[in-house]
């Protein structure tokens, strides 16, 4: 068997060269092994990573000048192929959007959400828009602090998710100004201290699950006609005590499973997806190999599932059944400062 890619990303402090990480998992004993990137940004804490360009975002305050950068990726090597400013403070997420040739981010700190355009190397080429999601929230007591911003590929529907406001905002595309439209934009309300952090949706984009930091409730969206509602509720961690930390969900690749973080409980949960009805019923919880998971990855052929652990300061390896979704702990711990974003590449 071959080994499998991957890049991690951690926060830095003064000691440190570079956040970002090459690694191996050797897919026969699950040993993980780590290269440091030549890459000095600060707080490289989240990344996407597609058609050999690492698109990164520095976790840094307004007044520190927090950039979106990319990189041109060839032999483990990375050179600098575009870097832009954000808005806003602490930028937390960023995703790459091929399809629609856009790039999104988050920022945590003010709330902001950006659009960048691709050109068909997909390297970001200008910004588009920025949505102040301080400004849409239902409550002038509220804060809002942007956690996550996708884009549905059937109707190109800019999706945010807002921990501090409690909602998640719809902005469809308006093809006339090229942009998100604020206008035509609605949210769904979730209870008070829910505090969506992220979400996914199913490829068929027919529902939508939501990891409630806060509450640590699994919320399942559907779109019975043309907007988007809310389906159901359950514990994200059924038998444990809320923690007020969810922290990561995925799919599968296959979607028959999901899987989310407790960072508190220090565990992985899984449960099974029902694709007709949307439904997704608890099957098992286990460690996740160290302290406060904050993300995890499934490699594309859905064997390997990798846990950052920030605070122990690790990364855990686990063999996965494709059938039963079940996880198989390695044993192996790789090393590495404050892991709290990881892909396989």
């Known amino acids: 068997m ?22 191996q998992i ?26 050999q360009t690492l698109t990164v975002i520095s976790e840094v305050l307004e007044t520190q000048k927090p950039t979106i950068q990319q990189y041109s990726l060839q032999n483990k090597q990375s050179e600098l192929a575009t870097e832009f400013s954000l808005s806003g403070s602490a930028p937390c997420y960023v995703q790459h959007h091929l399809q629609h040739h856009l790039v999104t981010t988050a920022q945590y700190g003010s709330g902001h959400i950006d659009v960048f355009a691709t050109d ?10 920025t949505i102040d999601s301080q400004s849409l929230c239902s ?38 100004e ?31 699950l939501i990891l409630c930091e806060i509450s640590e409730q699994l919320i399942t969206l559907y779109k019975p006609q043309d907007k ?5 509720s359950r514990p994200a961690f059924p038998n444990t005590q809320n923690g007020q930390a969810a922290g990561a969900i995925k799919f599968s690749p296959d979607e028959r499973f999901v899987y989310l973080t407790g960072r508190r409980q220090n565990l992985i949960a899984c449960f099974e997806f029902n694709k007709q009805t949307g439904e997704s019923s608890y099957v098992f919880s286990t460690d996740c190999g160290g302290d406060f998971p904050r993300d995890f990855a499934i490699s594309p052929c859905g064997q390997w599932l990798v846990i ?32 709290v974003c990881v892909k396989f590449s």
């Open 178 to 208: 090229q942009k998100f439209s604020i206008e035509q934009h609605y949210s769904i309300e979730l209870p008070d201290e829910s505090g969506p952090r992220h979400m996914v949706f199913d490829k068929q984009e027919r529902f939508g």
């Open 308 to 339: 950052a652990n920030q605070n122990s300061h690790n990364v855990a390896t686990y063999r996965r059944d494709i059938a039963t979704g079940k996880l198989e702990d390695t044993g192996y711990r790789q090393k590495m400062p404050s892991p």
């Open 120 to 129: 068909i190397n997909h390297h970001i080429t200008q910004h588009l828009q």
């Open 139 to 176: 409550s002038e007591n509220q804060e809002s602090h942007a956690h996550q911003s996708l884009i549905l590929n059937e109707t190109k529907t800019l999706v945010t998710v807002d921990l501090g406001c409690d909602c998640i905002g719809f902005f469809p595309f308006d093809a006339t």
């Open 2 to 23: 071959t080994d499998l890619s991957l890049i991690i990303g951690g926060y830095t402090d003064k000691h440190e060269a570079t956040g970002l990480y090459f690694a």
């Open 26 to 51: 050797d897919t026969t004993t699950g040993h993980l092994s780590l290269k440091p990137s030549s890459i000095a940004l600060r707080h490289p804490s989240y990344f996407d990573v597609h058609n």
């Open 228 to 232: 988007w509602q809310v389906l159901s």
